[in-house]
T-cell receptor, first 115, second 111 residues
Framework: ETGVTQTPRHLVMGMTNKKSLKCEQH?????MYWYKQSAKKPLELMFV???????ENNSVPSRFSPECPNSSHLFLHLHTLQPEDSALYLC??????????????FGSGTQLSVL | QKEVEQDPGPLSVPEGAIVSLNCTYS??????FMWYRQYSRKGPELLMY????GNKEDGRFTAQVDKSSKYISLFIRDSQPSDSATYLC???????????FGAGTQVVVTP
C-alpha cells in the first residue's frame, strides 16, 4: 500500500445525484492532489492543495468542488455530473511543493460511472 | 498537437526480452522527467526520475533523456510477467510537481 487511501473504490451515480469522494494519507505529507484519468487519455491535474490551501484549480467545472479540512484529508464533492465525467479519479500526495524531484504517491482511485 | 505523446500499445513481449518504451514531447522547457508504472485497478507508482539529459540506471530499468530530440525512453531488461502494467511518462518545466503526463503504454510480458 502507498499510504494513500481512497473511498469508495467504485461509484455509480445519476446526473442529479450528489456524492463525495474521500482521500486520506498517512504519510505526513503537506501537498495533496486530485487527478482525473480517462481511458486512453493522459492524467489531468484538477486541484492542488498545499498546507490545506488550494494552490491550483486547473479550469475544473464547478460541478466538482474540492475540500481540504486538514493536510491528511481531501474530498471531492460531486453534483449534477455529466456522463463524460465518468473516469478514474486519483488522489495523490507529496511531501511538499517546490522540492526537487517531488514524488507523488497515488491512491488506487475511485472508478466513477455517471449514468 | 499533444504536449506529450506516448504510444498506447499494447506492447507484447516474451519473458526475458527487453521492453523499450518512449515518449516524445513538444515543450523544450521540460527538464524534469519521470516514469510511473500503473497496475490494473491501482494508482501510478514512481519508477524513475531524471533531470535534463543523460541516462540513469536502477536495477533492470534504464531511463534515457535526449533533449535535443525531445525524446525520452525507458528500457526494462530481463522482463518478467510482473512487469505487465501501463507505463506513464511525466515531465515538467520545474520541480514543484505540476507534471504533464503521457496517456500511457500498456505492456504485456508473456511467460
Amino acid at each position: 500500500e502507498t499510504g494513500v487511501t481512497q473511498t469508495p473504490r467504485h461509484l455509480v451515480m445519476g446526473m442529479t445525484n450528489k456524492k463525495s469522494l474521500k482521500c486520506e494519507q498517512h504519510l505526513g505529507h503537506n501537498a495533496m492532489y486530485w487527478y482525473k484519468q480517462s481511458a486512453k487519455k493522459p492524467l489531468e491535474l484538477m486541484f492542488v492543495y498545499n498546507f490545506k490551501e488550494q494552490t491550483e484549480n486547473n479550469s475544473v467545472p464547478s460541478r466538482f468542488s474540492p475540500e481540504c479540512p486538514n493536510s491528511s484529508h481531501l474530498f471531492l464533492h460531486l453534483h449534477t455530473l455529466q456522463p463524460e465525467d465518468s473516469a478514474l479519479y486519483l488522489c495523490a500526495s507529496s511531501q511538499d511543493l517546490g522540492r526537487l524531484y517531488e514524488k507523488l504517491f497515488f491512491g488506487s482511485g475511485t472508478q466513477l460511472s455517471v449514468l | 498537437q499533444k504536449e506529450v505523446e506516448q504510444d498506447p500499445g499494447p506492447l507484447s513481449v516474451p519473458e526475458g526480452a527487453i521492453v523499450s518504451l518512449n515518449c516524445t514531447y513538444s515543450n523544450s522547457a521540460f527538464q524534469y522527467f519521470m516514469w510511473y508504472r500503473q497496475y490494473s485497478r491501482k494508482g501510478p507508482e514512481l519508477l524513475m526520475y531524471t533531470y535534463s539529459s543523460g541516462n540513469k540506471e536502477d536495477g533492470r530499468f534504464t531511463a534515457q533523456v535526449d533533449k535535443s530530440s525531445k525524446y525520452i525512453s525507458l528500457f526494462i531488461r530481463d522482463s518478467q510477467p510482473s512487469d505487465s502494467a501501463t507505463y506513464l511518462c511525466a515531465m515538467s518545466t520545474d520541480s514543484w510537481g505540476k507534471f504533464q503526463f503521457g496517456a500511457g503504454t500498456q505492456v504485456v510480458v508473456t511467460p
